[in-house]
């Protein structure tokens, strides 16, 4: 799949048309238990929100084969309309499928979207597959409505590369999962979010990941 004219413009190291994601948020009773956890650290940081008192907007980018916006739409509030987006174009009949919901194949650095459009975006285990996060997340707080919400969920470093060693995964590459091309601890991620988004208002850290919920800052530098 070529490549947009934005992303034209940058020297890509990711590849994820040529991964496979398929069956990521599907697993064993231990992983399925730990996905359980994570989905309800998720649902937790959207009812403190004031999304759920209103109409609104909210799309998850990067949905992959639709399983996490499946998870997302069981426990979205009834106000809330949901939609999500891809990037790799093989992976939308999934999506849709999955999901029975409005998928937009889309690069994060290029949304196909107006500015304002969304009160809540979902960025579940992306940030850390991309060369410019910085970039990516500009341009997701440029379609976020004023005041609306991000949510970012990324491995928990560097407990995520030790349990990967000690399960004996990725031990040439000491423990990072391929495709992985940033890491960050919870405090890291926090500055990274609070630099390039708006404050951080909660965040939960259900093994082993990092959950942060941030509020659009219009003075966050961009």
Same mark, same amino acid.
């Given at each position: ?35 359980? /956890? ?57 999506? /849709?499928?999955?999901?029975? %919901? ?11 979207? /107006? ?39 990324? &491995? ?42 708006? &404050? ?12 942060? %919920? ?9």
């Amino acid at each position: 799949m070529g490549k947009n004219n934005h992303e034209s413009k940058l020297k890509l190291k990711a590849t994820p048309e040529d991964e496979d994601f398929r069956g990521k948020y599907e697993s064993g009773k231990i992983g399925d238990r730990l996905l359980d /956890k994570y989905f309800d650290a998720v649902k937790k940081l959207v009812e403190i929100t004031d999304v759920t008192s209103e109409k609104a907007k909210a799309i998850e980018i990067g949905c992959g084969e639709g399983l996490s916006t499946k998870r997302l739409s069981n426990f979205m509030p009834k106000n809330v309309t949901l939609e999500a987006s891809e990037y790799v174009e093989h992976q939308i009949p999934f999506a /849709k499928q999955n999901t029975g %919901l409005k998928v937009t194949q889309e690069s994060v650095y290029e949304l196909k979207h /107006k500015d304002k459009t969304f009160d809540m975006v979902f960025l579940l285990e992306v940030l850390e597959h991309l060369d410019y996060p910085d970039k990516g997340l500009e341009e997701l707080k440029r379609v976020t409505k004023d005041k609306g919400y991000i949510i970012i969920g990324v &491995p928990n470093e560097p407990l995520w590369r030790a349990l990967n060693m000690a399960r004996g995964k990725y031990l040439r590459e000491f423990g990072n999962t391929t495709g992985h091309l940033n890491h960050w601890s919870t405090a890291g991620l926090i500055k990274f979010v609070e630099k390039h988004f708006g &404050p951080v208002v909660a965040k939960k850290t259900p093994l082993p990941w990092t959950i942060v %919920l941030a509020k659009k800052d219009e003075k966050t530098n961009s």
